[in-house]
């Protein structure tokens, strides 16, 4: 008989084109090929609840919370009384943790995989024999320490603070868990340097990208008017992350770009753009487009795509689905982080002329464009497809090779 397994994500995993929930949907359906999947999540986006039916049918039962941000950012601050995260108390749900206990305790299930540390506050906590696996992705306490660092008070101290609530959080989770999981060796690796968890299970499973359908071989219409050749960036644009990439880049280096090449013009292709992703608009060149249902024609159509990211956590996957499109990529080495890319392929600098004068030579060059546009297709290919990269996750759910140097070990 098929084992059950009892999957908790923070946002429900779907659909696979939106950036931040590749990596759980491609998880999802990994699992449910191997188990029958309870699938608790929350929905955060009204927009969302109309993929809840493709969910479903992945899974044998899904409880889908609604979850309104603006009321639990108001939530979550009652962790500045209690000494907590923010993000935990986000996530806090009764609804969600009577429906955990009663497939724990009820239906007797005992694999849980945790997608995000926050949602590993579901946890039996009183010895009940359950596997846990816990995907951090990527080490977010870090994220919010960075943060602090680009802000001014007192935004700067309540990300301070919130990294380190959070390691701290994040330590009592990986030392719970069966196996703890970060997206790259690097952020597995500074893990175990800030939590100094010498003995812990700490692994790392890549990202992949489905190869098929960010595939150059499929036919997309154009969806850019007549005009300059296109620089694009596609990602969340509530993001900060995302958000100062492209104001630095739209500030610092697009203009450079225009004043070499007639016409240029820089698209910001995401969801959700803030004020001030929207005010960018104004500027000469530059379009935002907000949702749109498909980022596969705005990336086949561009010239070249660019991850000017400054800060930057575990592997970027709009990198990886600019490179499947056969798109070069023009980066910060923030953006480069857990991709081992050779040489030929690595464009760009951390410096906003070193970054336009990247992108100004591929816009120049039709051959170069093509050229290393290929080979970023074959090197995705042969690096990071999901079946592959996924494998370790079923060792260690079912406590195999954890001492065989298993493939994805930190």
Not at 83 to 112: C, D, F, H, T
Not at 267 to 281: C, D, M, Q, T
Not at 367 to 382: F, K, S
Request: charged fraction near 25%; glycine fraction near 8%.
């Amino acid at each position: 008989m098929t084992p059950s397994l009892l999957f908790l994500v923070h946002r429900i995993p779907y659909p696979p084109n939106k950036g931040d929930k590749i990596r759980s949907y491609h998880l999802l359906r990994f699992l449910a090929e191997r188990y029958r999947v309870h699938l608790g999540t929350f929905v955060d986006d009204e927009d969302d609840w109309r993929y809840l039916p493709d969910v479903q049918k992945l899974c044998v039962d899904v409880c889908a919370v609604r979850l309104n941000p603006t009321r639990q950012r108001l939530v979550s601050l009652k962790g500045l009384l209690g000494g907590e995260p923010l993000s935990v108390p986000y996530y806090a749900n009764s609804v969600l943790q009577a429906w955990v206990r009663r497939k724990i305790y009820e239906e007797g299930i005992s694999r849980m995989v945790f997608f995000s540390s926050p949602m590993a506050q579901y946890a039996p906590s009183n010895g009940v024999e359950v596997r846990k696996v816990v995907d951090f992705v990527d080490v977010d306490s870090e994220k919010w320490r960075q943060y602090a660092e680009r802000h001014h008070w007192p935004m700067s101290w309540l990300y301070r603070r919130e990294g380190e609530r959070l390691l701290d959080f994040e330590c009592g989770v990986a030392s719970s868990a069966d196996a703890s999981v970060f997206v790259t060796r690097d952020e597995a690796e500074l893990f175990r340097s800030r939590s100094r968890l010498e003995d812990m299970a700490i692994h790392s499973v890549m990202n992949g990208v489905d190869t098929d359908y960010f595939s150059p071989d499929r036919s997309h219409e154009n969806p850019y008017a007549p005009g300059g050749p296109v620089v694009v960036f596609t990602g969340m644009m509530d993001y900060w992350a995302n958000v100062d990439a492209v104001t630095w880049f739209s500030t610092e280096g697009f203009p450079s770009i225009r004043k070499a090449i007639e016409g240029a013009r820089f698209f910001i292709v995401g969801a959700r753009p803030s004020r001030l992703v929207e005010r960018l608009a104004s500027r000469a060149g530059i379009e935002v487009t907000g949702a749109v249902r498909d980022v596969r024609p705005y990336l086949a159509h561009a010239e070249v795509a660019v991850a000017p990211l400054r800060v930057a956590r575990g592997i970027q996957n709009k990198v990886l689905e600019a490179m499947a499109m056969a798109r070069p990529v023009v980066v910060t080495s923030d953006a480069l982080e857990g991709l081992d890319l050779p040489g030929t392929l690595r464009r760009g600098g951390d410096t906003a002329e070193d970054f336009a004068s990247a992108v100004i030579a591929l816009l120049g060059s039709s051959p170069e464009r093509r050229d290393i546009g290929a080979l970023g297709r074959t090197w995705v290919q042969e690096n990071h497809d999901w079946a592959r990269t996924l494998r370790p996750v079923l060792d260690l759910i079912e406590n195999r090779g954890e001492n065989e140097g298993m493939h994805g070990h930190a």
